[in-house]
């Protein structure tokens, strides 16, 4: 009788994988060139699908497909990797295809040359894994001792009755020791930053932040904006020269992560970020003190710490959605009110501009409602977003590399998939562009996709809804409710990576985080006062050509993101005159000041005088019976002048004293108003 390995479903506990890491198939360490297999169902199926948590296409036998597939379901199929050099393989972890058929048990077999292959046995009996029993939950077997080798094998024995031979994999090892660093590989980045490049549990994280505020007390400010659906507060940090306090002429700007839990890379290179900051911070460097004493900046590293902590029971063996949704089963990045809907309607309806605003689309009340399907997470998140006046914003999200842009969703209802820019897209392009070209990989024409689409082709951007459409996006929402400019950052096509690729993730990403950041100082800044000099809130600014207007703050600074180049710009108030300049935006970075001074209405002035005199504005009833009465009264006055007029009679006594109070009240205003 054949004996079976040790099996185990993830989630496990970590401690089992810190002897050795995987070697990469998921991170794409391991290139096409070195995964091999007995045959293929078709290419799309080929040995270079059959990464672990790889994704197929939207459609069945898409010419990028979900695993590796045999071509027969025979016993003598199998899987075969090339590490290129001698590891010490601990390890294996299987999935099935990422749409049907698993491998429900298999061997193992190793090489040094690829010719002669040796089986793992218990004693003289070759070794029987037990594997998957559906496509998605990860499998992981860890081998009786460390085998030493440099090919490895799966050889399927038996797989889903009702499909073939189909999985994903990832093998764990250790590369053996490489004294004349022949080994290392092409490109390969090591960092001089001296971080803690590691995974943070709730506690280690809320620690860790606590340090960074300890080490830099004078720019940093821990907060929360609210709990978790199992209690625990959404911490965020805040790095500014005065923290605490919103100051005139300062942008606001946020980056968050981990509204899906098990998208981990987010986490901690946020984590990560505020400990560089902190760091430069007091070291004197130039750029980062710029950055924190011009700017003020929110750090909100896990969203989602209730789905952290499903997904961090398996560490990086998690799968691709175990600890995605919240407690309660909801994606909070796609939780927020469908307002493209309410704005698309307005639009068909010919309401834009003049009943309805083409920029902070009202949130249905249904959506405020209590009994409403919405995530305790994501009304925390509409809390924060409606209080803090934000002009750029980056949400980190994982599982592939590609930088996306509003809107999220397609006009048409139909369509999987369709470009739907904003009236800002010119806007976005850049600000998308400016993350992705400086990221270590997203822009490399010559990388492996992640998964079915090459985003290279688009400069590693695209628009949100040309990729796959999604209503109720945080992005759409930003977008539409507030000042906020907001952009999807996929950093990495490992969702949960071993925390020996972090200090390489970091390399990937420190710099595209430093420049979208600063892409904040880009467009327009000013303040709009009254003739006294006080700051006049929520006045609307208008840019011509664009159909999206934003609105100032509570102390009348705005901040408005543009292109370079010229634009006639309007700003409106209610009970104030209309007024227009151009305004020029320059290629460097800074934005260009452009202040507007607002004189009060006539209207207004009028409906101030008549309010100080205790006189409420006519209405237009009034105005119409005022107006009957008059004409009535000069009709009277005409018809009774000439021979025989008498000037006492009680109607036109009574007319006169009508003609002269409107002329009175006529007389007060002007005179008033001068």
């Not at 007995?38 to 990464?51: E, K, T």
């Amino acid at each position: 009788s054949e004996l079976h390995g040790s099996s185990t479903q993830i989630p496990q506990s970590a401690s089992l994988l810190t002897d050795c890491p995987p070697l990469g198939l998921e991170t794409l360490k391991i290139d096409d060139f070195q995964l091999h297999a007995s045959s293929m169902r078709h290419y799309g199926l080929g040995p270079h699908r059959g990464r672990l948590n790889i994704q197929g296409g939207l459609y069945e036998d898409d010419m990028y497909d979900g695993g590796w597939c045999a071509g027969r379901s025979d016993p003598l199929q199998w899987f075969e990797v090339d590490a290129r050099r001698l590891m010490k393989f601990t390890g294996v972890v299987t999935q099935g295809r990422s749409s049907s058929d698993w491998v429900s048990s298999y061997k193992v077999l190793l090489s040094n040359d690829s010719h002669s292959w040796v089986t793992l046995k218990n004693g003289s009996r070759d070794l029987i894994f037990s594997a998957n029993r559906e496509k998605e939950i990860p499998v992981l077997n860890l081998f009786p001792k460390p085998v030493v080798a440099r090919y490895i094998r799966i050889n399927p024995r038996s797989w889903y009755a009702s499909g073939g031979i189909c999985m994903r994999v990832e093998i764990m090892g250790c590369p053996m020791p490489d004294p004349n660093n022949y080994y290392r590989r092409r490109n390969e980045v090591t960092t001089t930053d001296n971080l803690d490049f590691r995974h943070h549990s709730y506690k280690e994280m809320r620690q860790l932040m606590k340090v960074v505020n300890e080490m830099c007390p004078k720019i940093t400010r821990i907060y929360n904006i609210g709990k978790s659906y199992n209690g625990q507060k959404l911490y965020a940090i805040e790095i500014s020269d005065n923290p605490g306090e919103h100051e005139l002429g300062e942008p606001e700007f946020r980056y968050t992560a981990g509204s899906h839990g098990n998208e981990v890379l987010g986490r901690e290179l946020l984590l990560l970020l505020m400990q560089f900051m902190c760091q430069e911070y007091l070291s004197g460097n130039t750029r980062i003190r710029r950055l924190v004493d011009e700017t003020r900046i929110h750090l909100l590293p896990s969203i989602n710490p209730d789905g952290y902590e499903k997904a961090s029971e398996g560490s990086e063996l998690s799968g691709w959605s175990l600890g995605r949704w919240s407690q309660d089963g909801l994606d909070i990045h796609h939780n927020f009110p469908d307002l493209n809907s309410v704005l698309w309607e307005a639009e068909a309806r010919r309401w834009v501009p003049r009943k309805f605003h083409n920029h902070h689309v009202p949130i249905p009340d249904w959506y405020r409602s209590t009994n409403a399907t919405v995530a305790v997470e994501t009304r925390a998140l509409v809390s924060w977003m409606e209080k803090i006046p934000f002009v750029l914003g980056g949400n980190l999200q994982g599982g592939e590399l590609v930088v996306t842009f509003p809107f999220d969703r397609t006009r048409s209802v139909t369509a999987l998939r369709e470009a739907t820019p904003t009236a800002d897209d010119h806007v976005f392009r850049w600000l998308a562009f400016s993350y992705a070209s400086t990221h270590r990989l997203m822009t490399d024409g010559n990388r492996r996709v992640c998964h079915t689409d090459d985003f290279t082709k688009e400069d590693g951007t695209i628009n949100g809804a040309l990729w796959h459409t999604a209503a109720g996006s945080m992005n759409d929402f930003s977008y539409l409710h507030t000042n906020c400019f907001e952009l999807s950052m996929y950093v990495g096509c490992d969702k949960f990576p071993h925390e020996t690729e972090l200090p390489e993730e970091w390399e990937n990403n420190r710099e595209s985080l430093l420049v979208f950041m600063e892409q904040v100082h880009r467009g327009i800044k000013g303040v709009v006062r009254d003739v006294q000099g006080k700051g006049i809130a929520n006045a609307i600014i208008s840019v011509e050509g664009i159909n999206h207007d934003i609105r100032t703050a509570s102390d009348g600074d705005y901040w408005r993101l543009l292109n370079p180049g010229e634009y006639r710009v309007t700003v409106r108030a209610e009970g104030f005159s209309v007024s227009s300049k151009v305004c020029a935006v320059g290629y460097d970075i800074g934005a260009s000041s452009c202040d507007f001074v607002l004189g009060r209405s006539n209207l207004s002035r009028i409906k101030e005088i008549m309010q100080k005199f205790n006189k409420q504005p006519i209405s237009m009833r009034q105005r119409l019976r005022q107006r009957q009465n008059l004409l009535n009264c000069s009709m009277q006055m005409l018809a009774t002048t000439g021979p025989g007029f008498d000037s006492q009679q009680p109607n036109l006594i009574k007319c006169q004293f009508v003609w002269i109070k409107v002329l009175y009240q006529c007389l007060l205003i002007v005179f008033l108003m001068l």
